[in-house]
């Protein structure tokens, strides 16, 4: 409504909303609208009680041929309020719908165009909650809605000044009823004589309208063609970031996040960016190792044991130590050889003995051996050998003889003396040095050739045998 300020009439504040369909058929189509003032957003479903609504009923509309509805702010809020409205057309069981937010500007007069795309009804996999899942839906769980092209875009738009078919003001206000009220109202089809009607069809975009206006402004940019007389995505490309983009370059839609596994069974949330590509994020909550990988380490004595990861990507527990060797690197042992002397060898790094060294410290005797030699006159004495391998001291000289080994001594014949055998015993008597003979007492004597039977005796005080040679019986006399 206009409104009056010094004086002058102002233009009213209001949003008039075309709505085009592509639904089947020939029937009536039920157009259902649901609007909320303020900046919130629906969800993917929204009771009808939780907002206001109204429903009209209209003809079927071929696509350019729109149906619209006005909405102007409630009374009491501001002139630039924001208002979301969701537009849901249905017949023969399929159901379009499209949510368009945007901003009234103060005493102006704006336009949203909307396009309900047969394909936004088309079935789809991607839907995380949604059941049945269709294109819409998958757009609706990621804050988005169906756009004109059939693809997914965000609901907010900035309504033009070009003239669209006008309609009745519907207020918006709390008087409207919700979706199943009576409030009702048939739409012939009829345009008032006075009004003009926009067309574009067949026209290229830049063209007049037949209104004044036109189709749209300047020629499409790279990746647009014209449809209806507004630039859209052509063939093979989508709208993205604002702008279209080739289909082969897209692979989400902006704003939606994924989660990905990632590294060590950690995750990832990656989320589209406003080039309609995944940007991945950081990677956390990851383990230690990747399932399957096995880590070695020495142990022991020159051996190894293994763990392995688990499929939780940590580190199970360490097996026992396996092929070992006999010592540990570089340890030396040592062992008794010979004659109390010792011997070493040393563990290789290879954790085996090296040979043995030389024997060394070694004794001159055995633990338990004795030794004797010869002492005093044909005696003996020993010794033992210790536990440290030397010998002790010889003992007490014993089984002496009665002289020593040469030794001589008188007393038994007047010219003889007895001499000690190496035996260490006296032997016979035997004529002293110097002397022939031994004087027995006058008793011995030998035989001669002087006479017949002569015979000569050892002189006493000479100890020679005689000159004489006398017969036995007349002895000293002389034959």
């Known amino acids: 409504m206009a409104s009056a300020v010094g004086g002058c009439v102002l233009p009213a504040t209001l949003v008039e909303v075309l709505v085009e369909t ?8 039920d157009l259902r609208v649901w609007v909320r003032e303020g900046d919130r957003t629906f969800g993917a479903t929204m009771p009808p009680r939780a907002t206001q609504t109204f429903s009209m009923v209209t003809r079927r509309s071929r696509l350019g041929d729109a149906s619209s509805f006005v909405l102007i702010p409630r009374e009491g809020s501001a002139r630039d309020s924001i208002v979301t409205a969701r537009v849901e057309a249905e017949a023969e069981g399929v159901v379009l719908r499209r949510e368009v937010r945007f901003r009234f500007t103060p005493n102006t007069h704006g336009f949203v165009r909307l396009v309900l795309r047969g394909s936004c009804a088309l079935p789809d996999t991607r839907c995380r909650t949604i059941e049945p899942c269709t294109r819409q839906a998958v757009c609706e769980e990621n804050g988005q809605t169906c756009g004109d092209n059939g693809v997914c875009v965000t609901p907010q738009v900035i309504p033009t000044t070009s003239r669209g078919r006008p309609a009745n003001p519907i207020p918006f206000d709390a008087t409207m009823s919700d979706a199943s009220g009576p409030d009702v109202a048939e739409d012939s089809g009829v345009a008032p004589a006075d009004a003009c009607v926009p067309n574009c069809m067949g026209r290229r975009c830049g063209e007049p309208n037949g209104c004044g206006g036109i189709c749209e402004s300047g020629p499409c940019a790279g990746g647009e063609a014209c449809n209806l007389g507004r630039c859209e995505c052509a063939p093979g490309f989508t709208s993205c970031g604002g702008m279209c983009r080739p289909d082969a370059d897209i692979e989400c839609t902006s704003g939606m996040t994924r989660s990905m596994s990632c590294g060590t069974c950690g995750t990832r949330m990656d989320r589209c960016g406003a080039d309609c590509r995944w940007a991945n994020g950081m990677c956390s909550g990851g383990g230690s190792c990747m399932p399957g990988e096995t880590q070695r380490e020495a142990c022991g004595r020159c051996g190894n044991r293994t763990r392995s990861c688990g499929m939780d990507c940590n580190w199970g527990a360490w097996g026992g130590c396996s092929g070992e060797g006999v010592c540990t690197a570089g340890m030396t042992e040592s062992m008794g050889c010979g004659n109390c002397g010792t011997q070493t060898r040393m563990c290789q790094a290879d954790c085996r003995w090296g040979t043995f060294s030389a024997c060394g410290g070694a004794g001159p005797c055995t633990p338990g051996q004795t030794s ?28 002496q003889g009665a002289c020593a080994p040469g030794a001589t001594r008188t007393g038994c014949d007047m010219c003889g003396v007895e001499r000690c055998s ?16 031994l004087h027995q007492s006058g008793t011995n004597f030998r035989s001669c050739t002087a006479c017949r039977s002569g015979i000569q005796f050892c002189l006493p005080t000479s100890c020679v045998w005689s000159t004489a040679c006398c017969t036995s019986g007349s002895c000293p006399r002389c034959l």
């Open 22 to 29: 592509e639904l089947p058929g020939t029937g009536p189509i």
């Open 372 to 399: 004797s030699q010869a002492c005093g006159n044909c005696g003996t004495q020993s010794r033992s050998c210790s536990a440290s391998c030397q010998w002790g001291a010889f003992g007490t000289c014993n089984g």
């Open 422 to 437: 190496t035996s260490c015993t006296w032997g016979a008597c035997t004529p002293r040095a110097g002397a022939q003979c």
